[in-house]
């Protein structure tokens, strides 16, 4: 069952993309409940990964105009990428707050995280770290590539930065 789930979400993730490059996909923004979308991604999250810690801060009633579907794709990436990157007894945080310039999303975990030189190169298409002989973990390079774009296509930057001890945070900041 899992195994299904994984390539459902890396077929969403490939045809998405096509979509978006090829201009087929009619981006269909409108207002919506951006902490509420947020919420269920984490409580389903939570429930396929039972054995995980997702601990959330998410202020409540943040609205955002944006396509639901895309910025679905971008919330279930970092989701993907935090626990794939970060080991079982390790906790992934999810973050939404809102003041007067922007809305910060943030993913934040406690896995190897990225070395510098990787850095650079982790957003574009079909991009992996490591080589071949290294990497462990199924993918196909294309999350961070999308998040990238569905980040710009709502006016939005995304950023990685390295965790204080140790992992990642990328944080999507939705300019207002």
């Known amino acids: 069952m899992e195994e299904t789930k994984r390539l459902d979400f890396l077929t969403n993730n490939i045809l998405v993309s096509s979509q978006?490059?090829?201009k087929w996909y009619k981006?269909?923004?409108e207002e919506l409940d951006f902490s509420h979308l947020l919420e269920a991604r984490v409580a389903e999250f939570t429930q396929r990964f039972p054995e995980r810690?997702?601990?959330s801060d998410i202020e409540n009633g943040i609205d955002l105009e944006g396509d639901p579907l895309l910025l679905?794709?971008?919330?279930?990436n970092l989701l993907e990428n935090a626990l794939k990157y970060s080991e079982?007894?390790?906790?992934?945080k999810v973050t939404l707050h809102k003041n007067e310039q922007d809305i910060t999303l943030q993913v934040i975990d406690e896995g190897p995280g990225i070395a510098i030189e990787e850095r650079k190169k982790i957003?574009?298409?079909?991009y992996r770290i490591g080589n071949e002989a290294t990497r462990k973990k199924k993918g196909t390079g294309l999350g961070l590539y999308l998040c990238r774009k569905i980040a710009k296509d709502h006016n939005a930057d995304i950023l990685m930065t390295n965790n204080n001890v140790?992992?990642?945070i990328f944080a999507v900041r939705f300019f207002l």
């Open 123 to 126: 957003f574009s298409k079909f």
């Open 88 to 92: 079982k007894d390790e906790a992934v």
């Open 53 to 55: 810690t997702i601990a």
């Open 27 to 29: 981006i269909n923004k």
């Open 20 to 22: 978006l490059e090829g």
């Open 72 to 76: 679905e794709i971008l919330v279930n």
């Open 166 to 168: 140790k992992g990642s």
